[in-house]
Every structure is written in C-alpha cells, then in structure tokens.
C-alpha cells in the first residue's frame, strides 16, 4: 500500500527526528530551522518526601470506608489500610475523631515510585504510580475547588475545571506569551448570537515518568447563566463544534498559559496540599522545549488569535451550530 501510494522509503531525518511532510497540503513546508515549542505538560518539580501506609486494627472495612469519604484530604484505601502523605495525627485532627490509627509502613515517595516497596509484597512499581497519580490528582480538585473553579465530568469520568463568569475581573488574564510579549485573554466569553457563556477548562492528568508532569488537556464548557453546564451533551457538542472550529494551536497554547496564571494568582509555582503538612509544586507555565525543524507557514492562511477583544462566532460557524442542533428536540422551547 506505501509503494502504491507513492510514500518514500526513507523519511527525512535531522537529530533523530523523523519529518514526514504533508505532500498534500499547501500551508506548511518544513525548515531545517530549530523553533521554540511549548508542550502541554506542566512539569511536578516537587513531592512530598515521604508516603505512608496506615493500618486500623480492629475497624470494619464498612466503617474504613466511611473514613476515606469523611476525610477532607487525597487519601487512597489499599486493602485494610489507607495510603496518602499525612501523618495518623493529620488523619484523627481532620475527622475529628479517636482512631486506633497506626503507620503500617513509611517509605521515601522517589523510591515507592521506582520499585513500590518490600513491606507490601503484592504491591507492583505500576500499582504505586496509580496510588500517587490518585492523591495528585484528588489535590489537584481540591485546589481547583477552593480557588472557585466549578467541576464538569468528562465522558471518561474525569473532572475539567473551568472558571464562573465573574469570578476574576473582567473574566480575563494578562499572561506573557512564548515569545516574551505581554498578552490578555478571556477565559469566559459570552456569545449574543446564541445567548450562551463559553468557558475554557483543563483536565489535569498527573503522569509519572521519567519527567514528573501534569499533562494539561483542553475542554469548552458551555453556560446559558455564567456557571452551570447545559444539560445536554448534544447541545454542548454541537456549540463546541461552531465554537472552536477556527481554534487554531495559537489560541490554545495561550487559553492554556492564561488558566495557568490564573491558577497560580501571578506566581511561577502552582502549589497543591497532598496533606495538611505537604505540598506537591508544578510550574505555572507549560515546559518550553526547542525543535530542530519548524514550519514555514504562509501568511494570511490562518485566522489570527484576537487576543485583546472579544470575539463572538462568525456567520459560517453559527450556521454550523444551527445546523448541528437542528436535530435535537426542544431546542427551539429552550432558552
């Protein structure tokens, strides 16, 4: 099939990267000129030094379970313990209550990551990276929460956080962009078209490898009131589909530096509470990496990204929208 199709028999290769251009598309030529590029990875640079297995003699798994839910903290059940990076004394200050908590187990948070550890023999390295990736990622939440982030669910049962109309002034954020300019960008808008807010979300998803990082995935969550979701994944595909169809990579590598500012209030770090006494730190900006090849793309071929003003959605995309909710039922008795 790759012979039929004419495709060649050695890509081209600079610096072990392979390039295999878009003979079909007109927009872009590939330079052998390296290029700064900015990953959607936002890299961990900190973990709490220690993690901690605790074991409830004599409790009840009904009653254990109780506990994981009353606990206001990233907490994970391993079995007949619980496992996270507080101390028995943080878990009965934060329940309020005498439990014959003990430490089971306490093993450096570098080296449970690598191997898991010995004092848990059915334990795998990967079951350690899901018990860590979980208490991340429950931190995560609790710290989009208290900044008044509001949660949407995703199809795969993860929480992407977005900001309420009204929550910073303006709902906008002045960032610096890669290239060193100053910048502004909403991440809130309100379309009088189609009477609808639109908000800019992230899913973080905590991944431990080699490089420690939040992997930063982009979601448009649409509003009728500035806050809560419309209640109807149809609606909200169809609006994302108009929306976001000119969206190119520019306006969403910065809605994604502007969330990150917004998260961290104007600091370089982005503190996370694992515990009441430990802190999980990631960088406030995605990590900057170059390329040793870039694009020659040719003026005027791509929308530019308004970052200043607000832009509403174009004739043709709306007509895409009306097109796209034409189909569900009751829309024209919605408002």
């Known amino acids: 099939m790759l012979e039929r199709d004419g495709f060649p028999k050695k890509a081209a290769t600079q610096d072990g990267l392979m390039v295999i251009p878009d003979r079909s598309s007109p927009v872009a030529a590939i330079k052998y000129e390296p290029e700064k590029v900015q990953l959607n990875w936002a890299v961990i640079n900190h973990l709490p030094k220690f993690i901690y297995f605790h074991s409830y003699d004599g409790l009840p798994l009904a009653t254990l379970d109780s506990i994981v839910t009353k606990y206001r903290g990233a907490i994970h059940r391993y079995l007949r313990l619980t496992v996270g990076f507080f101390t028995p004394e943080e878990m009965s200050a934060a329940i309020g209550e005498d439990l014959p908590v003990r430490v089971r187990c306490q093993v450096e948070t570098e080296a449970f990551l690598r191997q898991g550890t010995s004092d848990m023999p059915g334990l795998k390295p990967r079951d350690a990276k899901n018990i860590v990736t979980s208490l991340l990622r429950q931190a ?8 008044g982030f509001c949660p949407f669910v995703t199809a795969n049962g993860a929480s992407a956080w977005y900001l309420p109309s009204g929550l910073i002034p303006n709902d906008q954020i002045t960032f610096i962009d ?9 991440l809130v808008g309100f ?3 189609r009477r609808v807010f639109w908000h800019f979300a992230l899913e973080l998803k905590p991944i431990l490898s080699d490089i420690p990082r939040f992997v930063l995935k982009s979601h448009v969550i649409f509003s009728y009131n500035g806050r809560d979701p419309i209640n109807s994944s149809g609606k909200m595909h169809a609006l994302r589909r108009g ?3 000119s969206w190119w990579n520019d306006r ?3 809605l994604t530096a502007a969330y990150l500012i917004a998260v961290s209030e104007g600091r370089e770090k982005i503190q996370i509470a694992t515990s009441a006494s430990t802190l999980t730190e990631f960088e406030a900006q995605m990590i900057i990496l170059e390329s040793p090849v870039s694009f020659n793309e040719l003026s005027g071929t791509f929308s530019p990204d308004e970052a200043d003003i607000e832009v509403d959605i174009s004739d043709e995309d709306d007509l895409l929208i009306a097109s796209e909710l034409s189909g569900i039922d009751g829309l024209t008795n919605e408002q």
């Open 140 to 147: 995560w939440n609790m710290k989009a929460e208290g900044l």
């Open 178 to 186: 890669i290239s060193g300019s100053r910048r502004r960008k909403k």
């Open 191 to 193: 379309s009088q078209k």
């Open 243 to 245: 929306f976001c169809r």
């Open 252 to 254: 969403w590598r910065d």
